[in-house]
T-cell receptor
Framework: GAGVSQSPSNKVTEKGKDVELRCDPI?????LYWYRQSLGQGLEFLIY????????KSGLPSDRFSAERTGGSVSTLTIQRTQQEDSAVYLC??????????????FGEGSRLTVL | GESVGLHLPTLSVQEGDNSIINCAYS??????FIWYKQESGKGPQFIID?????DKRQGQRVTVLLNKTVKHLSLQIAATQPGDSAVYFC???????????FGSGTRLLVRP
């Protein structure tokens, strides 16, 4: 596609439920990132994919968070047993090669998650 | 640890004036810095970047200044327009070349 696409754009869920957030990166981009943005805060790194593997998962806040990427394309971020503190905007980004000092890191519009 | 932060959380300017958004970083070894603009309900968009071997870089109506001595980065927007209203983030390349470390952002409000 023309840009990074994320779905759903908005998700409201009840505490304790599981949620899945989807990211379609720009076609041909091998690197994919998930960031989290809490209200009024900066972007917090969650995980980095190069192809289908995730060499850096260091930002995942707990074992309730997991992510996978298939076919070197679509990625899904799963949050199990959601908590209110999980409420945030989850941003996905992709880049052609996984080197960020080229200015070629493109973000989607995010999935806003609200946990009641 | 690495951190990137901003001095002013909110900046209000008159339309037509110049805006200056500041950012401090802590990793003196950082080689690459970038500014993003995030409009309400959208993802961050690239504005301008600069490498550590430069102290100034100009784009269209925007200039980034880098002072490595005091580890300070600034974004200057000339003749600020209503469409410039957004949150601006600075970011630096982490020790890992694949990852950016973001600051907390400055909200720019442009008064008509």
């Amino acid at each position: 596609g023309a840009g990074v696409s994320q779905s759903p754009s908005n998700k409201v869920t009840e505490k304790g439920k599981d949620v899945e957030l989807r990211c379609d990166p720009i076609s041909g981009h091998t690197a994919l990132y998930w960031y989290r943005q809490s209200l009024g805060q900066g972007l917090e790194f969650l995980i980095y994919f190069q192809g289908n593997s995730a060499p850096d998962k260091s930002g995942l806040p707990s074992d309730r968070f997991s992510a996978e990427r298939t076919g070197g394309s679509v990625s899904t971020l799963t949050i199990q047993r959601t908590q209110q503190e999980d409420s945030a905007v989850y941003l996905c980004a992709s880049s052609p090669g996984g080197v960020v000092n080229t200015g070629e890191l493109f973000f989607g519009e995010g999935s806003r998650l609200t946990v009641l | 640890g690495e951190s990137v932060g901003l001095h002013l959380p909110t900046l209000s300017v008159q339309e037509g004036d110049n805006s200056i958004i500041n950012c401090a970083y802590s990793n003196s070894a950082s080689d690459y810095f970038i500014w993003y603009k995030q409009e309400s309900g959208k993802g961050p968009q690239f504005i301008i970047d600069i490498r550590s071997n430069m102290d100034k870089r100009q784009g269209q109506r925007v200039t980034v200044l880098l002072n490595k001595t005091v580890k300070h980065l600034s974004l200057q927007i000339a003749a600020t327009q209503p469409g410039d209203s957004a949150v601006y983030f600075c970011a630096e390349e982490s020790d890992s070349s694949y990852k950016l470390i973001f600051g907390s952002g400055t909200r720019l409000l442009v008064r008509p």
